[in-house]
């Protein structure tokens, strides 16, 4: 295990929301009490854990360009400094600025970390470097037995010390449950397909044979712990429930499935049951779904699951060293209703795209994708010559109900061109505005969605410049509200 450990020192993308604020705070009241918080949390993390062989950096930040133009000279100013305290308190261990693909940091430390788009932005960048995220691979479970390099490339460099892939689990987000869902293993710590590719990649471990739709017939219930799990310090043991054909072989099929607690000790994170359906957020997919069980006390428990019209099945977990659970004498677990989640954002209209991963069909020299949203309209993206087809897409890095669009151009004059949005960015792409172009003599367009469309990607495809010119775009930027 190869640990990157990382200081909280970090920014993210703009919406309205509290920690999408500055990564580094803009009033000057705050600056000396934020710089000595990131100070000592970096060094409070090196003293804790530098006798841990598994850490090979430490990491000062991550995505810190994403910060109030203002602050920018102080961030990096900063970051100098941290730099130099991590070489004080551990000089066995490079000191690298993690999430630096913008804002001309990547060179302050001994390591780069590229997230996204810098896999391609920064090629033998002369600095010993990783891509340190790539992938963002948004799947419910069973999702595609595919890598999801996203923008990685699939060449190995000499220089490229490695890459992880972003990320391990879903997880919960300030950007909304579906922006979580970027896991090779899902909520409920199951497997997706992408997972088993990469067991098959690294491990030459086959995958199994994905279940197919069948005739329901039963359910099989197990547990990742049966027996010894202890109950004075809980741990949860995982429940799987897998619907089985007649001949007990998996199928895909997701009827809607209850485990409830019929005897002994313990508690469902909604009480003595739980209920599993394919329309609901606690699902049912893929003919499986999985959920923690825990116990205070110790005991037998007896967990049934059930269907209607199918044949049901039972497991007994074992725990060990806890008050003794005494039937009709220990308090029952009771109900606890289960709320959905809602969507962070509200209907919030917020502005989004800016400094986030781009790609084109092409790009001149000079003028990078990245350009094209980088917040200075001088600087802008253009088409390489001979492209038949010229296109720029972004990634707003959430998913979101876009109401309007803005471009601006490097110049005015008769840009022709249609907006779109999709969610993996590949396929379904829905318009938001077709055969769209400025006003005569402006150089900045908006176009409003006659209904907001939802997505994380979006692409502007270019169908006509001013006589003379290659197709460009000098700012492209999206407003909307987090789904």
């Avoid at 190869?2 to 999408?20: I, K, R, V």
């Avoid at 009033?27 to 993390?45: C, D, I, N, T, Y």
């Avoid at 990685?152 to 909304?176: K, M, V």
């Avoid at 712990?225 to 007990?248: F, H, K, M």
């Amino acid at each position: 295990m190869l640990l990157w450990s990382e200081n909280a020192f970090w920014g993210t993308a703009g919406f309205q929301h509290a920690w999408s604020a500055s990564a580094y705070p803009p009033e000057p009241e705050h600056q000396a009490a934020f710089e000595r918080s990131v100070k000592e949390g970096l060094r409070e993390m090196i003293r804790i854990h530098r006798n841990h062989p598994s850490i090979i950096a430490w990491s000062m930040c991550n995505e810190v360009f994403f910060t109030a133009d203002s602050t920018m000279p102080k961030v990096r100013e900063l970051l100098k400094q941290t730099v130099a305290l991590t070489h004080e308190l551990d000089p066995t261990r490079p000191a690298a600025i993690g999430g630096c693909q913008r804002g001309d940091i990547d060179k302050l430390g001994d390591l780069a970390g590229y997230n996204g788009d810098g896999a391609r932005l920064f090629m033998n960048p002369g600095i010993a470097s990783v891509v340190s995220e790539y992938g963002s691979t948004m799947a419910d479970r069973p999702g595609e037995y595919a890598p999801g390099w996203g923008d990685l490339q699939q060449e190995r460099f000499p220089w490229r010390s490695g890459e992880a892939i972003w990320c391990a689990f879903d997880h919960g987000s300030i950007a909304g449950r579906k922006f979580g869902g970027m896991g090779m293993i899902d909520y409920f710590r199951l497997p997706k397909r992408q997972w088993y590719w990469y067991r098959n990649a690294y491990r030459n471990i086959a995958p199994p044979e994905w279940p197919a739709d069948g005739v329901p017939a039963g359910l099989k219930l197990t547990a990742d712990q049966a027996s010894s799990a202890t109950a004075e310090s809980p741990q949860d043991a995982l429940l799987v429930v897998t619907v089985i054909d007649a001949a007990g072989k998996p199928v895909s099929n997701c009827p809607p499935v209850t485990l409830t607690l019929e005897s002994g000790p313990g508690e469902f994170p909604t009480g003595p049951s739980i209920s599993f359906a394919p329309d609901s957020d606690i699902a049912i997919r893929d003919g499986q779904a999985a959920i923690g069980f825990r116990s205070h006390e110790s005991g037998t428990s007896r967990i049934l699951a059930s269907s209607p019209g199918l044949s049901s099945a039972t497991v007994e977990l074992s725990w060990s060293r806890g008050p003794v659970f005494v039937p009709g004498l220990t308090s029952a677990v009771k109900p606890r209703p289960y709320l959905r989640h809602t969507a962070a954002g509200g209907s919030d209209v917020s502005r989004f795209g800016g400094n986030t991963p781009t790609r084109s069909s092409s790009e001149a020299a000079a003028h990078s994708a990245r350009l094209a949203n980088d917040g200075d309209s001088a600087t802008f993206w253009q088409a390489a010559a001979g492209d038949a087809m010229p296109w720029l897409r972004i990634d707003l890095e959430r998913i979101v109900n876009i109401g309007k669009s803005r471009l601006t151009f490097p110049a005015a004059g008769d840009w022709r061109y249609r907006v779109e949005v999709s969610e993996d960015g590949e396929r379904n792409w829905m318009p938001l505005k077709e055969n769209a172009r400025p006003a005569p003599g402006e150089s900045v367009c908006e176009d409003v969605a006659p209904v907001p469309v939802r997505g994380r990607f979006l692409r502007v495809t270019m169908l006509g410049s001013p006589v003379g010119r290659q197709p460009a775009v000098a700012e492209i930027e999206a407003f909307g509200s987090i789904h």
